[in-house]
């Protein structure tokens, strides 16, 4: 027995099971079932099977799925975090400890948690990603994170000046704000009952203020005492991009509540730097008053230009809200 394939007109071939027998000395072939409808792997199954060789297996029979770990966000997370040179940020010398700082980068961003929570999805038996595996620390758990978070932390300022470096420089606009953020626990030095910038009220909480680049890059960090008004962080920033960073010539930009008339006299002025700001509501009236803004001003453009003896060698620009 055998079979064959016979082609037919404008439709796929018929594949039959034949024999050929003799009949007065003459070879014929009789067909003894149309396998047509058989699925292909069944069809050469049963051809080897009537060859007399051994059966073959499928590929995905061929190997035996102990587990599986998703790895495609993992891949281009990490990929993208190397091609950006990250890890060369945190610290040029490879270790276990970078790693570990990578692989807490890399988690935020695919499964934000906590370190209790990332050190579970690192390990072997408990892990959520190829993440720990990749980066060699799926050994790795929440001590091994929150020590290699020290070490990190005593590379801040060369982590912070190696990109402001690459993303800053004189005559720039940077972007400053300020959030705070809750949290449980009663031991931070640093936590304090303040102004719930995050919206959860009568918890500890801590202050950050962020330095950003006109694109959103992050480039420096900086935490404070909960109950720290947003006008008090600016000292900081004003040193670190004079002194740390060596910039002569940055423009600040942060809302109204940041940079006050205050810490343009006192810190701006002196340290000559420049700013973008927004004046608060009493001052607005104050120029409406004093006839320095008039709506007719608007009445072809949406913007307007004034100047005021108030606000010597200074820009007011001036956006109509038709609200």
Same mark, same amino acid.
């Given at each position: 027995?055998y079979?064959t394939?016979v082609?037919?007109?404008?439709?796929?071939p018929a594949? $039959? $099971?034949? *024999?050929?027998?003799?009949?007065?000395?003459?070879?014929?072939?009789r067909?003894?079932?149309?396998?047509?409808?058989?699925? &292909?792997?069944?069809?050469?199954?049963?051809q080897?099977?009537l060859k007399?060789l051994?059966?073959?297996?499928? @590929?995905a029979?061929s190997f *035996?799925v102990?587990?599986?770990?998703?790895?495609g966000h993992?891949?281009a997370?990490?990929?993208?975090?190397?091609? @950006?040179?990250v890890?060369?940020?945190?610290?040029a010398?490879?270790?276990?400890?970078r790693? @570990?700082?990578?692989?807490?980068?890399?988690?935020?961003?695919?499964?934000? &948690?906590?370190?209790l929570?990332?050190?579970?999805?690192?390990?072997?038996q408990?892990?959520t990603?190829?993440?720990?595996?990749?980066?060699?620390?799926?050994?790795? !758990? *929440?001590d091994?994170?929150?020590?290699a978070?020290?070490?990190?932390?005593?590379r801040?300022?060369?982590?912070?000046?190696?990109?402001?470096a690459r993303? $800053?420089n004189?005559?720039? @606009?940077v972007?400053?704000?300020?959030s =705070?953020?809750a949290?449980?626990?009663?031991?931070c030095?640093l936590?304090? /009952?303040g102004?719930?910038?995050?919206?959860?009220?009568?918890?500890?909480?801590?202050?950050?203020?962020?330095?950003?680049?006109?694109?959103?890059i992050?480039?420096?960090i900086?935490?404070?005492?909960?109950n720290?008004?947003d %006008?008090?962080?600016?000292?900081a920033q004003?040193?670190?991009l004079?002194n740390?960073?060596?910039l002569?010539?940055v423009?600040?930009?942060?809302?109204?509540?940041?940079?006050? =008339?205050?810490?343009?006299t006192?810190?701006l002025?002196?340290?000559? #730097? !420049?700013? /973008?700001?927004?004046?608060r509501a009493?001052q /607005?009236?104050? #120029?409406?008053q004093?006839?320095? #803004?008039q709506?007719?001003?608007?009445?072809?453009h949406? #913007?307007?230009?004034?100047?005021?003896p108030?606000y010597?060698? *200074?820009?007011l620009?001036?956006?109509h809200? %038709?609200l």
């Amino acid at each position: 027995m055998y079979v064959t394939r016979v082609p037919n007109r404008g439709s796929p071939p018929a594949v $039959l $099971l034949r *024999e050929s027998y003799r009949d007065n000395g003459k070879v014929k072939t009789r067909t003894l079932a149309n396998l047509s409808h058989w699925p &292909e792997r069944k069809v050469e199954k049963l051809q080897r099977a009537l060859k007399g060789l051994p059966a073959t297996r499928d @590929l995905a029979e061929s190997f *035996e799925v102990s587990r599986s770990l998703p790895h495609g966000h993992v891949a281009a997370v990490l990929g993208t975090a190397r091609t @950006l040179g990250v890890e060369d940020l945190i610290d040029a010398t490879p270790s276990r400890r970078r790693d @570990l700082v990578t692989a807490m980068l890399v988690a935020q961003v695919i499964a934000p &948690e906590s370190k209790l929570a990332t050190a579970r999805g690192l390990r072997t038996q408990t892990a959520t990603s190829s993440l720990g595996e990749v980066l060699g620390v799926s050994g790795a !758990d *929440e001590d091994d994170l929150y020590a290699a978070m020290d070490w990190a932390l005593a590379r801040k300022d060369a982590i912070e000046t190696a990109l402001a470096a690459r993303h $800053l420089n004189d005559g720039t @606009l940077v972007l400053y704000d300020v959030s =705070s953020a809750a949290f449980e626990g009663r031991t931070c030095p640093l936590g304090k /009952i303040g102004h719930a910038r995050d919206g959860v009220k009568g918890r500890l909480q801590i202050v950050y203020g962020l330095l950003a680049t006109t694109a959103g890059i992050p480039v420096a960090i900086e935490v404070f005492d909960g109950n720290t008004a947003d %006008p008090k962080t600016l000292t900081a920033q004003i040193n670190k991009l004079k002194n740390r960073f060596g910039l002569s010539r940055v423009a600040l930009v942060g809302d109204r509540g940041m940079i006050t =008339s205050a810490r343009i006299t006192e810190e701006l002025r002196p340290a000559g #730097l !420049d700013w /973008i700001t927004a004046l608060r509501a009493p001052q /607005i009236k104050a #120029l409406v008053q004093a006839d320095a #803004l008039q709506l007719s001003l608007f009445d072809e453009h949406d #913007l307007a230009e004034i100047n005021s003896p108030d606000y010597p060698g *200074e820009r007011l620009v001036c956006c109509h809200n %038709p609200l």
